[in-house]
C-alpha cells in the first residue's frame, strides 16, 4: 500500500482480520459500533463506503489505533499528515487540516 492512497479492500481486511484476531463476531462489533449487522458486513467486505467516524467507533471497539487499521507505523513521524493526505486525497474533508 502507498501510505498517501486510501485502498478500501485493505482496511476492510484489516477490520475483518482484528476483528477475529480479538475473537469478536460480526454482531458484537455492529452493537459496539451502534450498525446493524448487515452494515457491519459491508464494511467488512467492503461493499459500503466506511466513515471516519465509523472508523474510529470500530478500532476503539476493537482496542486498537486509527493508524494500525490504515497500515501505518507509529514510528513515523507524520503519521497525522499522512492520514489526512490519504482521506482528502480521496475527496474527505478533514475538520481542522490546514493546506
Known amino acids: 500500500m502507498q501510505l498517501n ?4 479492500e485493505f482496511v476492510a481486511h484489516r477490520i ?4 477475529e484476531f480479538r475473537g ?5 462489533v455492529a452493537r459496539c459500533i451502534n450498525v ?3 452494515t457491519y458486513i459491508d464494511i467488512e467486505s467492503n461493499k459500503s463506503d466506511i466513515k471516519l467516524s465509523t472508523l474510529y467507533r470500530i478500532c476503539n471497539c476493537l482496542k486498537c489505533e486509527v493508524t494500525d487499521m490504515l497500515g501505518l507505523t507509529n514510528t513515523d513521524k507524520r503519521v497525522g499528515e499522512r492520514i489526512i493526505n490519504i482521506f482528502e486525497s480521496n475527496g474527505l474533508i478533514v475538520a481542522g487540516s490546514s493546506d
Request: charged letters at 40%.
Open 16 to 19: 475483518k482480520t482484528l476483528r
Open 5 to 8: 492512497t486510501y485502498e478500501p
Open 24 to 28: 469478536k463476531t460480526q454482531i458484537q
Open 36 to 38: 446493524s449487522r448487515r
